[in-house]
């Protein structure tokens, strides 16, 4: 059996109130002294969490309203919330690292770890992105073996649905089960922590070789009920990283508290006050998730009966961005955020392209109140999965000089929209952003039914194991275009596929161009891993170099050596790269990445055909590819 790693905690120290800008006491507890700690008055437990920080380590404000607080405020906000209420704890939900902005992704996402560990977080679930730079990485993030190359992790991780993973020292486990929580008031809250069973479809496949992903939620009601019963904690609180609205219903009655993440969609579940309710096993149950980036601190506020040391009320609270941002910002934790900015600040602000007027975005879900969220929906079609698709159609060349039949992308790999800056300029920095995972560029040699599988795996079949969301929407480049008809079986909805204007042929072969972690069968793409491709001496990479920094130009350049060698009129291989280079990387200085073969590939898509692609894509961003018949 696994250890679990309970890591009992016997209480955090107050901290001193911050001489910096008052907080808003809307969400902060009643100051509970210890006179006030008797049996006849009840103990108040603020449980604060974040989730899907993804190196979102500053602030960000938009037309004069905080958006993201960044980690130095929160951290203000945590340790006045702890000095009112030394019965308050912090942990984090995963996802705290990978996909990141410039600022920590170029660092390697080291200052995001040194930021949260300022933060005094109690423990974080593993996330998806912990695993980004595979198993290796995570560890010496953990056990602290690689000092000069990544920073250690004060706070333990846990996965107590994951088996595995090892251990280390003196038989640690890399991740535990649980870590228990003594507060000052004496209550014992166990953190429970766990994650979805779609991980493998969602990492490079081979990432979680040796790994295996139980049912979480079968895990956390078994854990739950142990450490009830053998009176190890008084309270269960699950940290589950994964859809809190589809897992609310699903805990069981040991459970007082279910904190989630993953989709970036802040909710907040409870039978106090909350606008919607569902039913659970546990009549007080709440459950929060923060969001993501730091655009909410989420807060489970727990009343227990200090006699019975019941709960007796869950009330979740959304605590907003601009909310916290009032608090001023912990020094300590800014200091890390100023370092990291000076770091990464003069390779970011390389100009790759000129002349744009109009942002690239990701597919949007709008709420019935009319809210939306940058990137939340992945099942449509986006102006910037078309732009990226061409810069790859364009880009990735085979082995003989030509240019792949079809350009794909799967919209998780779009992390950020493209916006312009006000001059019309692109820079690097904002290029990495949109793409900031360490991944080569290569092809797949497909039969044409191959290619119209992969459209068909676009519909996921098990979202309890292959992924959470009902449909994962792949950008293509614009010489495909394809019909469908949702209401027909599985493998049947896909009803036409053009390829340059002629139907696809089933039998004939077609190559597609894309990142390898797509290739490779991610997000359970696996009609992509049939054809002849992976061999790792057959993946061509684009390579970052000055000439291709030079084409800043909206208009395709004539060809010459550094540039365009097609004019894009071809049938069946698309416009030409820059300059072929067979398993080329870029230089260390433009991207400090490890992990990957190819470092510094992650964001120069952009720069090696952003030109070309972009004019196409402008002229897709109000056209929808894939009509409904």
Known sequence: ????????????????????????????????????????????????????????????????????????????????????????????????????????????????????????????????HELDMGQAVFKQRVDGSNPSEFVRATFPYLGANIEGMGTYGDGTPYLGDYKVWTSPSGMKVAFIGAIAQDVPYKLSPGTTAGLTFTDPIARINSLAAKLKTSGEADVVIAMLDDDVKNNYTKVGKDVDGLMGGDTHVPYEFDHVNSVE??????????????????????????????????????????????????????????????????????????????????????????????????????????????????????????????????????AGGLRADLVPNEDGTITYAQTYEVEPFSNELGYVTLKGSDVKDALEQQWKTDLNSQNSRPMLKLGLSSNVRYTYDPARPYGERITSVTINGEPLKADATYTVGSVTFLLAGGDSFEALTRGEHSRRTEIWTAILSTPTWARTRVRRPAPS??????????????????????????????????????????????VAAIGGAGLVARRRANRYQSENK
């Open 277 to 410: 309710s569902f039913e659970s096993a546990n009549p007080r149950l709440a459950g929060i998730a923060s969001g993501s980036y730091t655009d909410n601190l989420g807060l489970i506020r727990l009343m227990i009966d200090p006699a019975t040391r019941k709960v007796t009320s869950a009330d979740s609270i959304l605590i907003p961005a601009a909310e916290v941002a009032q608090c001023g910002a912990d020094p300590d934790t800014q200091a890390i955020v100023d370092q990291a900015e000076a770091d990464s600040k003069e390779a970011g602000k390389r100009v790759v392209a000129t002349g744009y007027t109009e942002p690239f975005r990701r597919g949007v879900f709008t709420t019935p109140e009319g809210a939306t969220d940058p990137g939340s929906n992945r099942g449509i079609e986006s102006s910037l999965g078309d732009l990226v698709a061409d810069s790859l159609r364009e880009t990735i060349l085979t082995p003989d000089g030509k240019n792949v039949d079809i350009g794909m992308i799967n």
């Open 561 to 606: 050596p550094s540039a365009d060698a097609a004019d894009g009129s071809q049938s069946g291989s698309q416009a030409a790269a820059p300059t072929q280079h067979k398993n080329a990387k870029a230089p260390k200085s433009s991207l400090a990445r490890t992990g990957a073969d190819a470092e510094g590939l992650v964001g120069a898509l952009f």
């Open 1 to 128: 059996m696994k250890g679990t790693h309970p890591c009992a905690d016997h209480g955090l120290a107050s901290a001193a109130a911050l001489t910096l800008a008052s907080v808003p006491a809307v969400a902060l507890a009643v100051p509970q002294d210890e006179a006030s700690q008797n049996e006849a008055s009840p103990i108040t437990l603020d449980l604060y969490n974040l989730t899907d920080v993804h190196g979102h380590i500053q602030q960000v404000a938009k037309k004069g309203v905080v958006r993201e607080a960044g980690l130095p405020a929160m951290n203000c906000y945590l340790k006045k919330a702890r000095a009112t209420n030394p019965n308050s704890s912090f942990t984090l939900l995963g996802d705290n690292i990978g996909a990141s902005p410039y600022i920590s992704g170029a660092l390697k996402d080291n200052p995001t770890i040194a930021a949260l560990n300022t933060m005094d977080p109690l423990a974080s679930t593993i996330g998806n």
